[in-house]
């Protein structure tokens, strides 16, 4: 077994922290840790340093352990609420930006907590993965991208250190997750000034010219927007032939900001297939290695990547 204390000390840090905040999580990482490949523990510790340097605080180790603990207790309550009642909290992006999105304070804990879960949930590492082994291989030459909705900066950092010849724009209505992109990027040892922070409601304007990308960025965004099918319709204009898109969503994925409700996969393809895009790729993941049909027929979460392409 490896001697994570020993090789990747960062990371063990945050797991001892998790371990004195909660036995219950100390069981589910420690588990994991158990029969994780070594590349994982790679990414993790690598993962894990920059996030210290991003957040820079004296409680640093402290301070990722409770916020991932306090994000995966949000969603523990918005899975109850789901359960019970058959749909999403919040159906008006108005209350969400309420809740979340306006208050700086809450969100960068947020995507902070949500950041750390790219380690701690397997889930969650598959898809980065996916993202790493079949997205950018394929738009690794590329100069011009974006990312819609850009959250703790992490995927935004890979595409800048995947693609060295990339110029990006970044679009997003928190100041606090532009930020902490920017943050982020430096954190991977690259230049932040080349992604342009734009902060704005892609529902209401996309400040990105038809035609114009080579490459887009759309992680776990449609699930948050109230017209899903607008925005994703309009993206699909501003790419160039021969571009490519990644996009990430989820199925019975209830959270805190989560508006527009998949049911099954297939919901999901048809969505994609009637706002203009094409599949070249696709990742499904579910929880605690359950088939794809029994979290569907029981409703349970389901992690879904794409490469796509506009037909």
């Known amino acids: 077994m490896i001697n994570i204390e020993e090789n990747y000390p960062n990371l063990w840090q945050v797991m001892e922290q998790i371990a004195k905040l909660s036995p219950f999580q100390k069981k589910a990482v420690f588990k994991y840790c158990e029969i994780a490949e070594q590349r994982y523990f790679e990414f993790a510790e690598d993962v894990v ?20 603990l306090w994000y995966t207790k949000t969603i523990r309550v918005e899975e109850m609420y789901f359960a019970k009642e058959g749909h999403y909290r919040y ?42 082994d ?10 011009f991208g974006a990312e819609i909705g850009v959250g703790h900066g992490l995927f935004h950092s890979e595409f800048l250190r995947g693609c060295p010849h990339m110029h990006s724009k970044l679009l997003d209505i ?6 902490m992109t920017l943050r982020m ?17 892609i529902q209401r304007k996309i400040p990105l010219d038809d035609g114009s990308l ?30 490519f898109c990644y996009f990430s969503t989820a199925a019975n994925s209830p959270a805190e900001d989560h508006i527009l409700l998949f049911g099954n996969i297939g919901e999901i393809r048809k969505f994609i297939d009637g706002c203009g895009w094409k599949i070249e790729k696709e990742h499904l993941g579910t929880l605690r290695n359950m088939t ?12 879904y990547a794409a490469v796509l392409t506009t037909k």
């Open 49 to 68: 340093k920059r996030m210290l340097n991003v957040i820079d605080r004296d409680d640093d180790y402290e301070y990722l352990a409770k916020t991932y």
């Open 91 to 132: 159906s008006e992006f108005d209350d969400v930006y309420e809740k979340v999105y306006g208050r700086d304070d809450y969100m960068i804990n947020y995507v902070v907590g949500l950041g750390m879960t790219q380690i701690f949930w397997e889930n969650h590492y598959e898809i980065f993965k996916f993202f790493l």
């Open 134 to 143: 079949q997205y950018i291989p394929i738009v690794k030459d590329f100069k």
């Open 174 to 179: 928190s100041p606090s997750s532009l930020e």
């Open 185 to 201: 990027i430096k954190a991977t040892g690259l230049d932040p000034t080349r992604a342009e922070p734009n902060e704005c409601d």
């Open 214 to 243: 080579d490459a887009l960025l759309m992680g776990e965004l449609i699930e948050h927007i109230q017209d899903g099918e607008a925005v994703m319709a309009k993206m699909a204009k501003k790419m160039r032939p021969g571009g």
């Open 292 to 303: 794809v049909k029994e979290a569907e027929d029981g409703g349970h979460n389901i992690n």
